[in-house]
Structure formats: C-alpha cells, structure tokens
C-alpha cells in the first residue's frame, strides 16, 4: 500500500509540474533548509532572510554596528561581520547552485537585535547602588539605546530605513554577496545571487539602495575581473508601495509581494498579535472565516496585489513577479496568485510539495478564476 501511495503521489507531481505556470520556490537561510527544499522540489529561493545570520554570536558586532558609538567601532564590526556573510551567502548559493537565490537585505524588527533597556538600566543602578563607578560603555549604550527606541517597531527602523540610515550596512552585505558569487564561480559554480530590498514604500528609496548596490557590485566586479550581475528588485509589503508600484518597476528588475506585512498593514492588524482576544471573536463572528494571515484576502489584499501587477508590468513589460509571504504556501491563496498572473510562489521547503500540486490543479481548465475549491 505504501509503495502505491508513493508512486500515486509521484505521478500527481509529475503531472502538476507538467500543466503548472507558476514557478515555485522556497524561503530559506540556511545551507542546510536551501538543499533541504531542493530535495522538495523548490526551483530557487524565494527570500533569504538576512536577519537570522545577525543572532547568536554575532549579536554584539550587530549593536556595535548599528548603535556605533563611534565610527572606528562600527567600521570594526562590520569588517569582522563580512566574512561571516560572505560564508553564509557562499553555502547558500552552493546549495542552490544553477537556481535563483533572492537574497533580501537586513530587515530587522530593531528591538529584536538592540540590548534590553530595562537590563541596562538596571545593571547601571546595581553598579551606583554598590558605589562602583557605572561602565561607561553601558552608559553610552543606554543612551544610545534610549535615543532608538520606538514604540511601534514594526512601523519603525525596518528595511531599507535601516539600510539607508546605518552607514556601510547594505555595501558589507551587497560585498558579501558579490564576493560569495565570486567565490563559487571560481570554484566551478553557478550562482545566481538577486538582492532584494525590504520595506520600500517610495521609489526613491529604492532608487538610492539601487545605486549604492550596484556601485559595490561594479567595485567588486573590478577588483575580482569578473562580471557581477545580479538583477536588484524589491518586496511589495506596504500599500503605498503596491499603489505606486509602476514608479517602483522603473527601478526594480523583480517584485516579491511579501504578504504578511501587505496584510498587518492594509487591516491594521499586527502579525504579531494574532492571538489576540478580538482577532479569535472575528473568526467567531463571521467577520472572517479564516484568518487573513493565512489565507489571502482577495478584496482587499488581493486587489492591491493585482494592481501592483497591472502598474508594475505596464511600467516594465515582463516584470518577473513573485510571492514570499507565508501565503505562498497555502492551497488557496496559491490558486489565487496564479489568477492574478504572478511567476512563482515561495513558501517554507515543508510546503513545497503542496504549492506544486495546487499550482498544478489551479493551471486546470475550468479553474482559471482560481477558487476551485
Ligand atoms: C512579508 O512581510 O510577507 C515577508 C515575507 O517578510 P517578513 O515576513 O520577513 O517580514
Ligand atoms: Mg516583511
């Protein structure tokens, strides 16, 4: 009976894959998850997150990086951080060697990486209380650390606001990347690194990342004697930057609709709240029937999706244009991306297997408005 299963599910992939138009991919940061989805299937990567290689120990050349007492210290930090990117970013594209690996940069809810002010401040009032001279690089951290503080982080210092205000961010990641692809096509590889910009809501922030990558990749390009193309597109996450997005095409190669800050951000909800009581008392009510963060919300969400669609490939015909928020990888909203005409979803490797086959069902005849559950 296994045996059968396996061989019927094998042949409902094949055929999927033989009707489906809509690429898929997966959201992956590590080497490890990169081959892991290959194994599933993915035909790239849909979003590296770079935030998750600035945890663990690498946190304190983070604060140094971004608090930066002084420049001799954030020059310091983001030296030592290089290496370590340009080895995560090297597996990544070994891993999916001959297949797009869209890199995204750092795009940081900024209270995750700050020190605690609350522990800060204590240990500084400890200090007083035992008559010991307070640290003065404690101090200097809580100051700066108070200066930074927002009260709605996600609305605050994200994505490209950081990159654009925190000096030598994105050309040490832009350097990494381009160093990585340097390195693996030396060593016989194919890389196919795209860098991808969070959190635009205005083309002119897109338009001054775009030429500071592309300065680091021309200097790259230069140094190695090696021709460093990688395509610059940008995520389509906030409603202003959907509703503007024939602007934002003239500077973006790709979109990736990154549909969990598009929903926290058209219904005001916060992603990060979704317990909360008035969310679960909506869903008893009927006011949703599932919650928008899993499923797309075609009247609202979905219409921003589609005009972004419309602006975007009538400001650049052919504009490749995917999806990386976690409704990549649910049956229904997938059925919906293919109506909208999108190219590929990308979704956690785990779901791969299913965005193939319901990419292949919604490729179905009788099925093109998508719903055909
Ligand atoms: C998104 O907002 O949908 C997205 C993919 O980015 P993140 O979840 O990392 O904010
Ligand atoms: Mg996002």
Redesign the pocket.
Known sequence: HADGLVDAVARAMEHADGVRRLGVRA?ADTPGDAARARRFGAEGIG?C?T?HMFLGDRRQLVEAMILAVTDAERDRALGALLPLQRRDFAGILEAMDGLPVTI?LL?PPLHEFLPDRTELAVRLAAAEAHGSPPSAHDAELLDAVNRMHEENPMLGLRGVRLGLVAPGLVAMQVRAIAEAVVERRRAGGDPRAEIMV??IDTVEELRLVREEVERVLADVSAESGMGVECPIGT?I?LPRAALTAGRIAEEARFF?????????TTWGFS?DDVEAAFFSAYLDKGIFKVSPFETIDREGVGRLVEIAVAEGRAARPGLKIG?????GGDPESVHFFHSAGLDYVSCSPFRVPVARLEAGRAALPGTETGDSR
Do not use: I
């Open positions: 959201n979003l997150r935030e995204r795009d969070p959190l995520m996450e990736s609709f990154g549909t969990n800050d598009l929903t926290q992603r999806v990386c928020g976690e409704h």
